[in-house]
């Protein structure tokens, strides 16, 4: 069986507060001193590094070092991690995440390790591909393009695939790498998504602090909810939901009202219905056609927010799920 040999890390409780690992593997030495100095100026959190199969990365770590104290991320893609456990020890690299796909062995790592360990994955695999981790791993890195080359663009269905990880794993910190942009990062930010990794694209805009500040404050598009739930409402089974007789229901309009609960989304979601102590986080039900800024704007005026939404089709049957940046679980 699989085991790693740190603790759980703290969940993360501000998630409005995007927070930006840059992507530096890639720079050309040339380009290295001006480019860590116009991010470090822009307020990254990490410098992330990638390694397949090499130990040139420790070397890049090393020069890197000089100029800048802001803390390092290593994203290793190997088959053992166990010949890069010595470069490991002599780093000044904070975390570790370690690319679940690419092992060919059970994952033990040592004790000594300062660095937080943490595991990587495709965001399209199973969610219960993770599960042996989910007790000792410190983070999840979840890829939404090829692991280690930048440039990918986020396809639309990735939404999806990290609201699944956010709902069975609620208490993880999770961190989503591979072609997020503003309009991205808003969604992952509603959705309570702490941490992303940007590349190329931190250099494309007018300036770095205009790219990572939008990055961080861009507001939500007029996606549409349906563009960006989970369509497995079945998934909250094996949550034993608690629901209140009455649920507040949003329309496409930002109108709220309060519905009575059905008998029929009460069997889609193996739940039932409570006078009294329901579920431990607030659910509120919303069309499915909404847009997402309306649908945020509205939520924000809520004296208790809504940790899921459940969405609703114009025959009023259940059709998916989003979870919020509330939502712990």
């Known amino acids: 069986m699989h085991t790693l040999g740190h603790p759980i890390f703290n969940p993360v409780r501000n998630f409005q507060n995007m927070r930006i690992s840059a992507s530096v593997s890639s720079l050309h030495a ?23 199969e090499s130990r040139e990365i420790f070397a890049f770590e090393r020069r890197l070092r ?3 104290k802001t803390p390092f991320d290593l994203h290793l893609i190997t088959s053992d991690p166990i010949k890069y456990w010595d470069d490991i020890r002599q780093s000044s690299i904070s975390e570790i995440t370690i690319q679940l796909e690419s092992l060919h ?21 199973p969610a219960e591909f993770f599960k042996p981790f989910e007790k000792s791993a410190t983070t999840l890195l979840l890829m939404t393009t090829t692991p280690g080359h930048s ?5 639309q269905e990735q939404f999806a695939n990290i609201m699944r990880y956010r709902i069975l794993y609620p208490h993880l910190p999770v961190t989503v790498d591979g072609g997020v942009i503003p309009t991205v990062a808003s969604v992952l930010t509603m959705m309570g998504i702490p941490q ?31 563009e960006v739930l989970l369509p497995e409402p079945e998934l909250l089974k094996r949550f034993s939901l608690r629901l209140p007789e009455m649920l507040p229901y949003l329309n496409s309009n930002a109108e709220i009202t309060e519905v009575p609960v059905k008998n029929d989304w009460l ?41 899921m939404a459940l969405t609703l089709n ?4 259940l059709t998916g799920i989003c979870c919020l940046a509330a939502y712990k679980g």
């Open 30 to 52: 040339r380009d290295l001193a001006p480019s860590v100095a116009l991010l470090d100026k822009a307020g990254v959190n990490f410098f992330h590094l990638d390694s397949i």
């Open 66 to 68: 000089g100029f800048t």
């Open 105 to 125: 062995s059970p994952l033990f790592v040592p004790e000594d390790l300062k660095p937080k360990v943490g595991i990587a994955v495709l965001a399209s695999r």
């Open 151 to 155: 440039g990918g663009k986020f396809q």
């Open 196 to 226: 992303i990794v940007s590349g190329s694209y931190l250099f494309k805009g007018n300036s770095v602090q205009e790219t990572v500040t939008n990055l961080r404050t861009q507001d939500l598009t007029d996606w549409r909810m349906d």
């Open 267 to 307: 069997d889609a979601l193996s739940a039932k219905t409570v006078a009294d102590n329901p579920s431990p986080f607030p659910v509120i039900l919303v069309d499915e056609t909404i847009q997402l800024n309306a649908f945020q704007a509205k939520i924000n005026t809520l004296e208790t927010p809504p940790h």
């Open 314 to 317: 114009s025959a009023g049957e």
